[in-house]
């Protein structure tokens, strides 16, 4: 009996230590671009460890699927420049030095284009009474997309929103009556008005109303960091701190805003980078399928 607390104190150091391979790292991306998604699986050797995924400057929230396989969506911002990072993947157990694992991502170049349009000079050249109202509308977005991030809500793969394909105009540099503006961070489907527009997926709603530049506004937080935004409805069918499940309507295509026309714009925020919802969709149905 003597001898049992200095075994259980050798067993729990052999346990705490991470192996020198500590986990095996794979990942998934439609491609290695700005404004793509990119899926990582973490397989540690056993259960009891934790890990931290860090790229792009930034630690990215990870969930178990497993006791020993963890899963995470980095984002690759639109801004991102076209070179090589590493993604840095500590695994640690207990309180043992953490092991360090290591990807290159090799991010290549992408051209996005120019689009020009016409709309309502008034949201090109906003009138000073409303200057106020814009300033204060960027400013609890820009808070929005920093707060902490909450629990994953979504557990199947990401879905559109409407039935209409989505062109092409995520990223492409948007010029409104001869005046250059941001890139443009959505996916535009061009449904007709009173579509019906349904969650790609489950979460809480973080925002419903009216703002200057999308019209009727719908921001939904799908948890770990990951924001949707429905912009231009003609109606908002939820309000803010619904839960709701896959599907749930969230309102109507419309023509509210600066538009030239009725549309559903979908932006996706993951972890603060702005992504195609489009990519968003591909890794996750990929995913669910193994892949």
Same mark, same amino acid.
């Given at each position: ?34 404004? #793509?998604?990119?899926?990582?699986? $973490?397989?540690? =050797? ?5 890990? +931290?995924?860090? *790229? %792009? ?98 557990? #199947?793969?990401?879905?559109?929103? $409407?039935?209409? =394909? ?5 990223? +492409?540099?948007? *010029? %409104? ?115």
């Amino acid at each position: 009996m003597r001898g049992w607390p200095v075994l259980l104190a050798l067993f729990g150091a052999m346990v705490q230590a991470p192996p020198q391979d500590a986990a095996r790292v794979a990942t998934s991306a439609r491609a290695l671009q700005p404004g #793509e998604v990119i899926a990582f699986t $973490v397989t540690t =050797p056993g259960p009891g460890y934790a890990v +931290k995924l860090d *790229v %792009f400057d930034r630690t990215w929230p990870l969930f178990q699927v497993d006791a020993a396989t963890w899963r995470g969506l980095v984002g690759i911002d639109l801004d991102t420049p076209p070179r090589s990072y590493t993604a840095v993947i500590l695994v640690s157990a207990g309180s043992a030095e953490p092991a360090r694992v290591t990807r290159r991502l090799s991010i290549v170049a992408k051209s996005f284009g120019t689009r020009t349009l016409t709309v309502d000079d008034s949201f090109v050249n906003p009138p000073a009474d409303v200057a106020a109202r814009i300033a204060s509308e960027s400013s609890r977005l820009a808070d929005l997309w920093k707060r902490e991030p909450t629990p994953r809500a979504w557990a #199947e793969p990401f879905t559109v929103p $409407v039935p209409e =394909p989505a062109n092409s105009a995520f990223g +492409k540099r948007s *010029v %409104f009556n001869g005046q250059v503006r941001n890139p443009h961070t959505g996916a535009d489907f061009p449904s007709k008005a009173g579509t019906i527009v349904s969650a790609p997926n489950a979460g809480t709603v973080a925002l419903a109303e009216d703002l200057y530049f999308s019209g009727n506004t719908v921001i939904v937080d799908h948890g770990l960091g990951m924001f949707s935004t429905f912009a231009h409805l003609s109606e908002i069918g939820v309000r803010a701190g619904e839960v709701l499940a896959p599907g749930h309507v969230i309102g109507k295509v419309g023509a509210t805003g600066r538009v030239t026309g009725p549309h559903l714009h979908w932006a996706v925020r993951l972890n603060g980078a702005r992504v195609d919802p489009l990519s968003l969709v591909w890794v996750t149905a990929k995913r669910a399928q193994g892949k």
